[in-house]
């Protein structure tokens, strides 16, 4: 039986073999030619949330604020108008109510995009398949494992992406699309576009 590891415990006091903790988890030491000891942990039952695996790899291009910048203003990292993504989602949290208004509009964007392009024989299982192929990409470009099963994530990717495309083409006019700005709020209320 192995003998557990003292609080003050060196690490080049360790000796090569493995040590159990009282709770499953092994710890072993290796020590390699400059005496210098690697500590390897493992248990089975933990898995890390917050940074998986893949994150250095490099497809991982999007990352949650570290926590010491969120601490230092939290309200500069936390959407107040409108969520993008899996790491916002809001799907009637509570805590998002302010989300909610605009995640409402995103579905109207989302219909005069398809009208837009259901004349060019594009619709709504030709953006869905689009995103289905790249949903091993998508899921590798975030540092968290996402908690969305399949069909939700596709969902999300093409409301979101519908509405962000649709936002910059009306607000860019250089194209032949018209939202009638007068029956939409996100232009009739000064404070929402500077703000999305």
Not at 56 to 69: D, M, Y
Not at 102 to 125: C, G, P
Not at 130 to 153: C, N, P, T
Request: aromatic fraction near 8%.
């Amino acid at each position: 039986m192995s003998r557990p590891m003292k609080k003050h415990q060196k690490l080049d006091d360790m000796n090569s073999s493995s040590q159990t903790t009282g709770r499953g988890t092994t710890i072993s030491g290796i020590e390699d030619d400059s005496s210098c000891c690697i500590i390897q942990i493992e248990n089975p039952i933990y898995s890390p949330k917050r940074l998986k695996k893949s994150a250095g790899g490099q497809s991982c291009c999007i990352f949650r604020v570290p926590h010491t910048l969120f601490q230092a203003n939290e309200t500069a990292y936390k959407p107040k108008i409108v969520s993008i993504g899996p790491y916002h989602h809001c799907d009637g949290e509570v805590d998002k109510d302010h989300l909610q208004m605009i995640q409402e509009h995103k579905q109207r964007y989302l219909a005069f995009f398809l009208s837009k392009t259901n004349q060019k024989d594009v619709h709504m299982t030709h953006l869905r398949e689009a995103v289905s192929v790249m949903e091993e990409r998508i899921r590798g470009s975030y540092s968290e494992d996402l908690k969305f099963d399949r069909e939700k994530l596709i969902d999300m990717m093409v409301l979101d992406g519908c509405f962000i495309l649709t936002l910059l083409i009306v607000v860019s006019k250089k194209s032949t699309w018209r939202i009638n700005y007068a029956d939409d709020p996100i232009f009739t209320l000064r404070w929402i576009l500077p703000t999305v």
